[in-house]
């Protein structure tokens, strides 16, 4: 039973590592330079 | 009989760690509901706290642990608590007043039904609900609970075993929730959660009445009680970390919510075998949980049922996963009053705990489906159209949990 526990753990470890992170980022148009506030003269 | 005052200030403590959690099943499933029923459905649990807690003492605990009739319900002996007094009852929890006991119960009786609510949310009214919790506690509770905990009860007598409510609370409501779900109907639309952060609030919150859940079920402040404890942690977390590693996988990000959920599954799965299972076994039961009832909240919509929070795929399977697995894993190592199972060489306890899941499986079914149907038949179970597009809150209490819309 203790092997089959650490076996989990591990399991669930290794996942974490190599599992990529599917990104939602906003389209490029939404972030571009023109779309953003203008600074503010200092 | 002499009081052991740390066993008894343990239970009563428990008895309040347990109440606790029925508020916070409110805030998790309200975290899991549409802005405009928010409040409706933290209603629902609070209202339940509050009507089983005087069901309860009137005929709730007399029909669920009072002398047995032929194993099947308890007689009506101690209807009004008449006879339950501060002395304790030895044949239910030596040392402890039987009140004490009684009240540790109550928050059990209390919490099931709660369950029930997030199968119906959105769309159920008022009347319904108070109707069914009131029939579903007396009808399908106090005899489930008389099966398996009652003196004389038949699944206690045949040898099955369900420390904490695997059975009683856990397959009995989200069986009952399945049922209910597919008679009451879909809603009109689904909706997306509209707080998570609540619903992760109300998971840690049940997590800590756990251990009240859990540890308290050994009905003493002893070395059993401490390995519910540690394995009731231990499973919720390997339930978490589970639920939130497969749903990335399936769903390419690790999600708050999924990492609540999987910590009440994995809570669910342990609660049966908490008093019969080492902690390395409640990793594998908290890994099992984590997974299985994953997959059976992706087989929901396949059965074109609409329980709305899942409460099938978490309570109904988590609790037929720890159930079962009560008979793969128990070992009298751990509680020398308890039973070896399949993997200390005993698989006659398996084959009891099936048995134990299938009768509860059936019964709370059939009833709720029956319980169900009356109501339906004379006072109605849903709201009219338009109420359900204007929300429970409004329609149902004239209330809104927040100003801004």
Redesign the interface.
């Known amino acids: 039973m203790e092997i089959a526990a650490f076996a989990s753990f591990a399991a669930l470890v290794l996942a974490w590592i190599v599992l990529p992170v599917r990104s939602e980022a906003p389209a490029a148009a939404e972030t571009a330079p023109e779309a953003l506030p203008e600074p503010v003269a200092a | 009989m002499d009081l052991d005052t740390g066993n008894t200030a343990w239970i009563l403590v428990s008895a309040a760690l347990v109440m606790l959690m029925t508020p916070a099943l409110g805030f998790f499933y309200a975290g899991l509901v549409g802005k405009r029923n928010a409040l409706s459905t933290l209603l629902h649990s609070f209202f339940v706290l509050c009507l089983v807690s005087v069901q309860f003492v009137l005929w709730g605990y007399t029909l669920a642990f009072g002398p047995s009739q032929g194993g099947l319900i308890g007689g009506l002996d101690w209807a009004g608590l008449a006879g339950v007094g501060p002395e304790p009852n030895p044949d239910y929890a030596p040392g402890v007043p039987h009140l004490a006991y009684m009240a540790f119960q109550m928050m059990f009786a209390v919490i099931t039904p709660a369950l029930i609510t997030g199968a119906f949310a959105e769309r159920v009214s008022f009347k319904a609900f108070i109707l069914f919790t009131l029939l579903w506690s007396t009808v399908v509770y106090a005899p489930i609970a008389h099966w398996v905990w009652g003196v004389g009860g038949w699944l206690r007598v045949f040898g099955a075993i369900d420390f904490a409510g695997g059975t009683v609370v856990h397959i009995s409501s989200g069986v009952s929730a399945l049922v209910a779900a597919l008679v009451i109907g879909r809603r009109l639309a689904r909706t997306e959660p509209h707080d998570a952060t609540m619903t992760v609030l109300g998971a840690g919150l049940l997590w800590f009445g756990w251990f009240g859940f859990n540890a308290g079920s050994a009905l003493a402040a002893n070395g059993l009680a401490a390995n519910a404890f540690v394995v009731t942690n231990t499973a919720a977390a390997?339930g978490a970390?589970?639920w939130l590693?497969v749903s990335?996988?399936h769903?390419?990000?690790?999600s708050a919510l999924g990492a609540a959920l999987g910590a009440v599954a994995g809570l669910v799965a342990i609660t049966p075998a908490a008093g019969f299972v080492?902690?390395?076994?409640s990793?594998?039961i908290g890994?099992g949980a984590g997974t299985v009832c994953y997959l059976a909240t992706l087989l929901r919509p396949r059965l074109r049922i609409d329980d709305a929070l899942d409460v099938w795929a978490v309570h109904g399977i988590g609790g037929t996963w720890g159930a079962a697995a009560t008979g793969l894993?128990a070992s009298v190592a751990v509680n020398g009053a308890g039973v070896n199972g399949l993997?200390a060489g005993n698989p006659d306890l398996l084959v009891k705990q099936l048995i134990a899941i299938g009768a509860t499986w059936l019964y709370a079914g059939v009833m709720t489906a029956v319980i169900v149907k009356i109501i339906q038949l004379t006072v109605g179970l849903r709201v009219r159209e338009d109420d359900e597009v204007l929300g429970l809150d409004r329609s149902q209490h004239g209330e809104i949990a927040y100003q801004h819309d």
């Open positions: 390997m970390l589970t590693t990335w996988i769903r390419g990000r690790p080492t902690v390395p076994a990793i594998v890994l894993f993997f």
